[in-house]
Protein backbone atom coordinates (compact mmCIF):
# COMPACT_ATOMS: atom_id res chain seq x y z
CA UNK A 1 0.00 0.00 0.00
CA UNK A 2 1.06 3.12 -0.84
CA UNK A 3 1.56 5.80 2.06
CA UNK A 4 3.36 9.03 2.86
CA UNK A 5 3.22 9.47 7.13
CA UNK A 6 4.57 12.95 8.06
CA UNK A 7 6.12 13.59 11.56
CA UNK A 8 8.11 16.24 13.39
CA UNK A 9 5.52 19.20 13.62
CA UNK A 10 5.07 20.90 16.48
CA UNK A 11 5.03 24.65 18.42
CA UNK A 12 8.13 26.60 18.39
CA UNK A 13 9.41 29.97 19.59
CA UNK A 14 10.15 32.15 16.55
CA UNK A 15 13.75 31.87 15.79
CA UNK A 16 13.44 28.27 16.60
CA UNK A 17 14.34 25.48 14.57
CA UNK A 18 12.16 22.33 13.58
CA UNK A 19 13.19 18.93 11.32
CA UNK A 20 9.90 17.34 9.57
CA UNK A 21 10.13 13.86 8.00
CA UNK A 22 8.14 11.93 5.81
CA UNK A 23 7.81 8.22 5.53
CA UNK A 24 7.29 6.46 2.55
CA UNK A 25 6.00 3.06 1.64
CA UNK A 26 5.20 1.17 -1.39
CA UNK A 27 6.34 2.79 -4.84
CA UNK A 28 5.82 6.27 -3.53
CA UNK A 29 8.96 7.31 -3.43
CA UNK A 30 11.51 5.43 -6.01
CA UNK A 31 12.44 7.36 -8.77
CA UNK A 32 9.95 10.57 -8.42
CA UNK A 33 10.58 14.23 -7.32
CA UNK A 34 9.42 14.66 -3.74
CA UNK A 35 7.97 18.07 -2.49
CA UNK A 36 7.08 19.79 0.35
CA UNK A 37 3.85 22.24 0.47
CA UNK A 38 2.53 24.26 3.48
CA UNK A 39 -1.22 25.47 3.92
CA UNK A 40 -2.46 28.35 6.29
CA UNK A 41 -5.64 29.10 7.67
CA UNK A 42 -7.49 30.80 4.87
CA UNK A 43 -5.04 30.34 2.10
CA UNK A 44 -3.93 28.33 -0.85
CA UNK A 45 -1.61 25.54 -0.68
CA UNK A 46 1.92 26.83 -1.80
CA UNK A 47 5.22 25.37 -2.62
CA UNK A 48 7.71 24.94 -0.38
CA UNK A 49 10.67 22.76 -1.81
CA UNK A 50 11.24 19.95 -3.98
CA UNK A 51 14.24 17.40 -4.60
CA UNK A 52 15.01 14.99 -7.52
CA UNK A 53 15.42 11.41 -6.53
CA UNK A 54 19.32 11.70 -6.31
CA UNK A 55 19.14 14.92 -4.62
CA UNK A 56 21.29 16.59 -6.60
CA UNK A 57 18.59 19.43 -7.39
CA UNK A 58 17.09 21.36 -5.58
CA UNK A 59 13.96 23.82 -5.65
CA UNK A 60 13.09 26.40 -2.94
CA UNK A 61 10.17 29.07 -2.44
CA UNK A 62 11.81 32.11 -2.02
CA UNK A 63 9.92 33.24 1.44
CA UNK A 64 12.11 29.78 2.53
CA UNK A 65 15.00 30.17 0.96
CA UNK A 66 18.30 30.19 3.04
CA UNK A 67 16.20 29.39 6.06
CA UNK A 68 14.99 25.41 5.28
CA UNK A 69 16.96 22.80 3.36
CA UNK A 70 15.14 19.70 1.98
CA UNK A 71 16.67 16.55 1.76
CA UNK A 72 16.05 12.64 0.80
CA UNK A 73 17.89 9.21 2.48
CA UNK A 74 16.47 6.63 -0.50
CA UNK A 75 17.88 3.79 1.26
CA UNK A 76 15.33 4.32 4.30
CA UNK A 77 12.52 5.95 2.05
CA UNK A 78 12.55 9.17 3.92
CA UNK A 79 12.10 12.89 3.06
CA UNK A 80 13.01 15.48 5.48
CA UNK A 81 13.20 18.97 6.15
CA UNK A 82 14.90 20.76 8.43
CA UNK A 83 13.67 24.34 8.99
CA UNK A 84 15.73 27.17 10.79
CA UNK A 85 15.05 30.62 11.76
CA UNK A 86 11.41 30.23 12.20
CA UNK A 87 8.75 33.13 11.42
CA UNK A 88 4.95 33.02 12.88
CA UNK A 89 4.27 33.01 8.85
CA UNK A 90 5.65 29.73 8.57
CA UNK A 91 2.63 28.62 10.96
CA UNK A 92 1.01 26.10 8.99
CA UNK A 93 -0.05 22.57 8.29
CA UNK A 94 2.70 21.01 5.98
CA UNK A 95 2.65 18.18 3.79
CA UNK A 96 5.07 16.14 1.48
CA UNK A 97 4.04 14.82 -2.04
CA UNK A 98 5.10 12.83 -4.26
CA UNK A 99 5.58 13.32 -7.97
CA UNK A 100 4.91 10.46 -10.75
CA UNK A 101 8.28 11.31 -12.27
CA UNK A 102 11.44 12.37 -11.47
CA UNK A 103 13.06 15.41 -13.02
CA UNK A 104 10.64 18.11 -12.97
CA UNK A 105 10.79 20.62 -9.75
CA UNK A 106 7.32 21.21 -10.01
CA UNK A 107 6.04 23.92 -8.19
CA UNK A 108 2.54 23.72 -8.52
CA UNK A 109 0.10 21.48 -6.46
CA UNK A 110 -1.32 19.55 -8.93
CA UNK A 111 2.00 18.24 -10.65
CA UNK A 112 1.97 16.07 -7.54
CA UNK A 113 -0.11 13.41 -7.38
CA UNK A 114 -0.13 11.43 -4.04
CA UNK A 115 -0.09 13.33 -0.53
CA UNK A 116 0.41 12.74 2.78
CA UNK A 117 -1.90 13.72 5.89
CA UNK A 118 0.15 16.63 6.95
CA UNK A 119 1.88 17.71 10.15
CA UNK A 120 1.51 21.41 11.83
CA UNK A 121 3.71 23.65 12.41
CA UNK A 122 2.68 26.62 14.79
CA UNK A 123 5.67 29.39 15.11
CA UNK A 124 4.98 31.25 18.54
CA UNK A 125 6.38 34.89 19.01
Known amino acids: QEQLLESGGGLVQAGGSLRLSCAAS????????MGWFRQAPGKEREFVAA????????KYADSVKGRFTISRDNAKNTLHLQMNRLKPEDTAVYYC??????????????????WGQGTQVTVST
Open 97 to 114: AARPTDGILEVAANGYHF
Open 51 to 58: ITWLGSIK
Open 26 to 33: GRTFTNRV
